[in-house]
């Protein structure tokens, strides 16, 4: 692996604790519109200065079905799917995304891949189903394992891919950074409406059982006594 792979595998791990974190002060629509205000107009600062790489009018349509993809069906629901399990679920069931890459490329792009590499793949995928689901592969175990946080959190892997083999196309006529700063910037207007009729910054963060707890919670003393005054009597 090279260095800048692993530096990108160490920053994308990194995400879904620190989301985790930003999920416990802020709603999920929040945070959605956070992330792709910073990192969109940071991409896009990027793409005018250095790239200097404009859409053409031809690819506005495939921009936009992306941002729809990349907001609506993946971001958006796995912001709501975190909010409601584990960061360690999160970024075991996000590691889905190959096997549904390449089964979509398989079906909508004619490409192929050998069994060995589907084996592969199959056998990732099922390593974190067990991890997630403490070994209980049965029916109903990865619902019970993280509720309906989990299979949020599997459909935006899901929607990942298919953003993934809806955008190679774009890969060959525009650098990567400019397909992500497009997609977010594009993204982003379509997200802010939605967070405005849900309130806004009211938006607050749904309730979860993974919350972390902020304050220690009272010890109240055994039945018969009193608690302990601060000041002595004289």
């Known amino acids: 692996m090279s260095l800048q792979a692993l530096v990108a595998t160490l920053i994308w791990g990194m995400s879904f604790p620190l989301a985790k974190l930003v999920l416990q002060d802020v709603g999920p629509l929040t945070y959605l519109v956070l992330r792709h205000a910073i990192g969109g107009g940071l991409l896009m600062m990027i793409t005018v200065v250095s790239v200097r790489s404009h859409v053409r009018r031809t690819d506005v349509g495939i921009f936009v079905l992306l ?12 912001a709501f799917g975190l909010a409601r ?10 590691a889905a995304a190959p096997l549904f890459i390449a089964l979509f490329a398989r079906l909508v792009l004619g490409e192929r891949l050998r069994p060995r590499q589907w084996a592969g793949m199959t056998g990732g995928l099922l390593g974190s189903f067990t991890v997630v689901t403490q070994g209980g592969l049965g029916e109903g175990a990865l619902l019970s394992s993280g509720g309906l946080g989990d299979l949020m959190v599997l459909e935006s892997a899901a929607a990942w891919a298919a953003y993934s083999v809806a955008g190679k196309g774009l890969l060959t006529r525009y650098p990567p950074i400019a397909v992500s700063a497009y997609g977010m910037a594009i993204g982003l207007c379509l997200a802010v409406p939605v967070w405005l009729a849900a309130g806004g910054a009211a ?16 010890v109240r003393p055994p039945a018969g006594r009193s608690a302990p005054s601060r000041s002595r009597g004289r």
């Open 85 to 94: 399990t584990t960061a360690v679920n999160s970024g075991w069931l996000i």
């Open 203 to 218: 938006d607050g963060p749904p309730r979860s059982v993974t919350a972390i707890p902020r304050d220690r919670p009272r």
């Open 67 to 78: 941002a729809v993809i990349l907001v609506g069906f993946h971001q958006g629901i796995q």
